[in-house]
Structures are given as C-alpha cells and as structure tokens.
C-alpha cells in the first residue's frame, strides 16, 4: 500500500490561532478520505496544507513520499474541486476545463479532446461554448470537478463540494463522487461538515475538533465508538453516560457511549446490562419512538421500534443492552 | 371582531409631504422622471447640445481677408487641419498620450494591486489618502511646483549630482525628441508631469477591478499548474482589463485635451489643446478650434470601439 498524503505533526499557527495543531494522518493511495468537523476545526486548512496555498509553521508533509514544504500549488499533482467552484468566469467552460492543460503547454487540438472527454465524464457533453455564468449550480460543479480531473491529479482535494446544493442533487452528487472515484482509483481527499455525507461516502473519516484530530477510523467505528465526547456528539446521536453511570456499569473510564439503538426498554437479560430510571420525554419518529429515560438526573435516548408501545411519562422503567454495546471514551 | 382592532387600510398620510409619498408610490415612473429630469436635461441640452454646436463650428469656414465666420457649408476647414503642422500637433499630442496611458498603467497596476488584495484597515485609509491627496491640491500649484522639481537648479538634477548619476541625466537630456536643456522644458518633463497627475485616475478603477476577482481564481489557476506569471497573463490580466480601461479613457482623453502642463512644463512645441486654445482665442479662428477639438473625440470613439472588439468588456 501505497501512501499518497502523509502528515507528521503537522501545525498551521496564524499568529495565536491554532489553526492545525499538530495533526498525524496517513491517507493511502485510491483511499476516499474524509476530513469531517464543524467550521474552524481546521479541516479545511488541512486541505490547504495539501494543495499547497498554506505552508506547514511545524512538522512535514509528504505526497506519494515526496516533501510537499515549500513546493509552490503549480508543481503539485494535486487539483482542487472549490468550495464555490472558482470558475473562471472570462473563460467557455471548454477553455477552463482545459486551461490546467493549457498552461503545461499541451497543444490545441489535444487539450480541446481531453476537455470534452472530461465534460462527457461529468455528463455535460456539448457544454463546451457556454459560460459559467450560465450553468446552474450542480452543473457548475460537474465543470469544476472535471477541470481538475482532466490533469490526472495523483490526489484529489474536495472543499465541501456539495455544500451549496440542493438536497436531492446532493445526494444524486454524493454517489456519482463515489462511484467516479472508484472507476478512476484517484485518492480523493473531502472536506464536509455534514457527518452524513461523510459516513455515507468516506473508506475513513478523520473527526477535526480545535485543529486537532479527535478520532480517525471506518465510517462504521467512529460511528459506534465515538473516542471522546465531540465525536460522540458530532457524529451520529450517541448518549454520552457520565461517569457515576459507568462506575456502576463497571467501567472506569470518565465516561461512556450508548447508542440509542442499542438500548432497549425491557429487563436485562442474560450478560446484558441494565439501568433504571423514569420516562422524561417521548416523541414519534417514524420507524422508531424517541424515549428519554432519566437515569439519576443523566438522560438517556431510546431508539425504541415504534410497534412496541411507549411507556408513560414518569413511569419507572428499566432499560438493557448488551455489554459490547458500551464504548469507553477518554474525556468526560 | 373587537372594537379595538386595527383597520385592514390604514388612513391616508395627512399633510403635503404623506400627500406626496402616496401619489409617488402610485406612479413610480413620474418619480423616476422628476429625478432625472433635471440631469437628462443638463447632460442632453446644455452639455450635448454646445457639443453638437460647437461641432457644426467645425463645418464653417473663416475668411482670411476679414476674419470673418463664413456660414457656409464645407469642408475646408478639415482640410486645414490635416495641413502638415497641424497633423504634427495632432501626432504629438496622440504619442504622448499613448505613453502616459501605458506608463500610468504599469505604475498604477501594481499599487492597485496590493491596494485590492493586501491591504486592510488603516493601510487601506492610508492607499485611499495618498492617492487622493494630490487630487485635493491645486492643478495649478502642483504642475508650477514640478517646474520647480524639474528645472535645471531644481531639486531633481541636484540629486543626480549628489549620486554622481549627472552623466545619466545629461546622456537623457542629449537624446532627440525626448531630451533639452533641461528637462522643465523637455517632452520627457511632460510626460513625467502627466503621468504624476493623471495617475489617480488610473489607479482607482483598476483597483475597482481587482477587488471584485475573487482570491480563489488565482488560488485555481495556481492549482490547476499556473506559474504566477501565467495567472497574471490568462486570469488576473483580463479581469482587469475592463479596469485598465476605463483608467485609459481617463489618462488618454485627458491628456489629449489639456493645455496646460504642455505650456508650463515642455518645449514650446504645441500639443491639440494649445492649439485649441490659440485658434478660438488669440487667433479667433473659432471654426479650426472645434475642428481640433473633433479630433479627441473621433480618436476616443475608435479606441473604445479597438477595445470592445478585443473583448475589453467581455468580464463586465
């Protein structure tokens, strides 16, 4: 396995902020990585890191093994999908589709077939004459992402590429990314801050608080394991137990998390483990009931089959789950 | 329903002015014409209208003998004009506004430049002030005062002296055309005049123009493999054009049409305003005077025309 990023001990200071603060990842080569946290955790200057606009004020970065400090944008083989697309708006979609092979010095002819195989990937076939200013949204983002696929970047950067569309065309996006990704077997790199996009696309996610990396694993871990309570909160809709309930559940982490739909409202059985507590809230969602339990002043959500009937407020309830279900955390 | 609710309508506005409000906000287009009124009328009869006077001036004729204006139809007074030392005006005056204009922008851009993209806060203030500033002083006093600068005792050549760099002024001063005896009275003393005077002009729209590219086309061009020089060249350059331009419009059509920086700082040699200035003054040859002022006009109307056919305006 190849490695195609590498970030050891990177920092990225702007005077006192700390914008990345020593932040380790390796991302592997034809990896779909996802760079996931709230706006100033520093994901985004990560991005930067890697296609250059920002030097590094600690530690080093390599790509696909070479040192990447102090090598300018415009010798990286790393292109970039923009936030807001940065479209040349002087430029026909066919001159900034090519203009990354206009600038190598690729002749006319060849940049132009290039360019319109590029727009046909990204299913705008004969959109070539047309201006930027006249696309919509989701087809300028289909030329932007083309403009940088057209270079054969070893990395791909996204800067939350999808944040400005509508839901639907979102999601139609989001598999069309993935499945590009795959049939091209570049390592694409994405930035978001909607942790569904990421779990639903990612191989692995990196969880950015405070420009530090709160937690790095598969969709599936950072999901079911959150490792502090951020990531807890941030990704997904664990229940973070304070420390008193892990005591006497046995732990002795600060804390631990619980998803809701592991719990269920019923006495333990065998191995499984139980709390009591009494009903504080209750709301229907659909597939499941929402059910709060007040356990000793923590709250604890319930994801409980909306078939099952839903106790009354106040009610004392005992709810159980299976031992395996509770993840230590390191924070409290 | 209570007694006390509001009603759905409330009651008309009293007085002239809620009067006023009210009738305004029924006929929207009489309020757009009270507005411009007054400024379609100045702009279309008083400025126009002299313009398109003194154009007509140009199709009549003097009589040599009596001094006369002869209201007669013709072209001879065009004809005049295309003699051989009123095309030399007219060339002279055209070249130096040319080199103002491409000197005003080399200097303007990269100040412009860094005023757009680098500065902030009170460096902005202080880019605001320092270019405006000398638009604040009199025209007058600032060009008496580069005479000053510029004449043979004047601060300029005591400089040079101080560096031992005299040889180079004097090699300068030797050259035709652009050298003299000094350069107060030297077309290179003009020309620095100019383009002191007519930066400003330069410099405010192409700022304009480049505070509205976004930073992240050149961070684009940058990533896609662009070495700064070919950002310049294919994104930042043409987004700035339409800026460079109408900061051209400025620096040319002024410089075409004054008379007095040639008069005070240069060689006697006249340019179009001068000689605009002579003929419907001391010579009272009003009919040759708008002729020379026709020229401007034609060479602005074929430059702006150069410049939309080149795609000047494609990034408006």
């Known amino acids: 396995m190849t490695t195609a990023v590498l970030f050891d001990n990177v920092s990225r200071h702007f005077g006192a902020v700390r914008a990345v603060d020593g932040v380790n990842l390796e991302i592997a080569e034809g990896e779909f990585f996802a760079m996931l946290g709230p706006s100033g955790s520093g994901k985004t200057t990560c991005l930067r890191l890697m296609a250059g606009f920002e030097q590094p004020t600690g530690g080093h970065i390599e790509i696909f093994g070479e040192t990447a400090e102090g090598v300018p944008p415009y010798r990286r083989s790393v292109n970039t999908v923009f936030q807001d697309y940065a479209l040349f708006p002087h430029l026909s979609i066919l001159d900034n589709v090519a203009y990354g092979l206009m600038v190598k010095g690729v002749g006319r002819e060849e940049r132009r077939k290039a360019a319109e195989d590029a727009l046909a990937m990204v299913k705008l076939p004969g959109y070539g004459t047309r201006r930027p200013g006249q696309l919509s949204g989701g087809q300028r983002q289909r030329v932007a992402l083309a403009r940088a696929l057209v270079n054969k970047p070893k990395v791909l950067l996204l800067d939350e590429p999808l944040g400005a569309l509508d839901l639907k065309l979102r999601e139609q996006m989001q598999e069309e990314l993935k499945s590009l990704q795959k049939s091209l077997g570049i390592t694409f790199v994405f930035v978001t801050h909607d942790q569904g996009e990421a779990l639903s696309m990612a191989d692995r996610i990196a969880v950015f608080n405070d420009g530090r990396i709160q937690q790095l694993g598969r969709p599936e871990d950072v999901y079911k394991q959150p490792k502090t309570r951020f990531v807890a909160d941030f990704v997904g809709s664990s229940n973070v137990l304070p420390q008193k309930l892990c005591q006497r559940l046995g732990l002795k982490s600060p804390s631990a998390s619980l998803r809701p739909e592991a719990i269920s409202i019923s006495t333990p059985w065998d191995g499984a483990l139980s709390l009591s507590g009494t009903v504080s809230a209750h709301s229907f969602l659909g597939a499941v009931n929402r059910v709060v339990v007040d356990v000793d002043g923590a709250r604890v959500a319930v994801a409980s089959p909306a078939a099952l009937t839903v106790p009354a407020l106040g009610s004392p309830v005992t709810i159980s789950f299976a031992a395996d279900e509770l993840h230590p955390m390191e924070d409290a | ?316």
Do not use: C
Not at chain 2, 46 to 51: K, P, S
Not at chain 2, 155 to 177: G, M, N, Q, S, Y
Not at chain 2, 180 to 192: A, C, E, P, R, W
Not at chain 2, 236 to 257: D, E, N, R
């Open chain 2, 1 to 316: 329903m209570t007694a006390f609710a509001e009603p759905l309508v409330l009651p008309e506005r009293r007085g002239p002015a809620g009067r006023l409000s009210d009738f305004f906000w029924k006929h929207p287009h009489l309020l757009l014409t009270v507005l411009l009124a007054p400024p379609l009328l100045w702009l279309g009869v008083v400025y126009l209208g002299a313009l398109f006077a003194l154009l007509l001036q140009s199709f009549f004729s003097i009589d040599d003998f009596s001094g006369l204006i002869n209201y007669e139809f013709t072209l001879a007074t065009y004809r005049q004009l295309l003699s051989e030392a009123n095309l030399d005006i007219i060339l002279r005056t055209v070249l130096m506004a040319a080199t103002v204009t491409v000197a005003s922008a080399v200097i303007a851009f990269p100040i412009a430049y860094y005023a757009a993209r680098y500065a902030q806060g009170k460096w902005k203030v202080l880019f605001y002030l320092g270019v405006m500033l000398p638009l604040w002083s009199s025209y007058l006093v600032k060009i008496y005062a580069w005479k000053l600068i510029l004449a043979k005792e004047g601060i300029l050549t005591w400089i040079f002296e101080k560096l031992h760099l005299l040889w180079l002024l004097d090699a300068w001063l030797a050259l035709p055309v652009v050298g003299g005896n000094s350069l107060s009275v030297s077309y290179t003393g003009t020309f620095i005049v100019f383009v002191y005077v007519w930066l400003p002009f330069m410099i405010l729209p192409i700022q304009a123009a480049l505070e509205r590219v976004p930073g992240n086309l050149i961070e684009a061009s940058s990533d896609l493999g662009g070495t700064p020089a070919q950002t310049f060249r294919h994104v930042l350059f043409p987004l700035a054009l339409p800026g460079i331009v109408a900061g051209s419009i400025f620096t040319f059509s002024l410089t075409l049409g004054d008379y007095i920086i040639p008069q005070i700082v240069g060689s006697s040699r006249l340019f179009i305003g001068q000689a605009v200035y002579a003929q419907q003054g001391t010579a009272g040859n009003i009919p040759l005077a708008a002729a020379f002022t026709v020229v401007p006009i034609v060479i602005m109307g074929a430059y702006l025309f150069m410049a939309k056919r080149m795609g000047a305006f494609d990034a408006l």
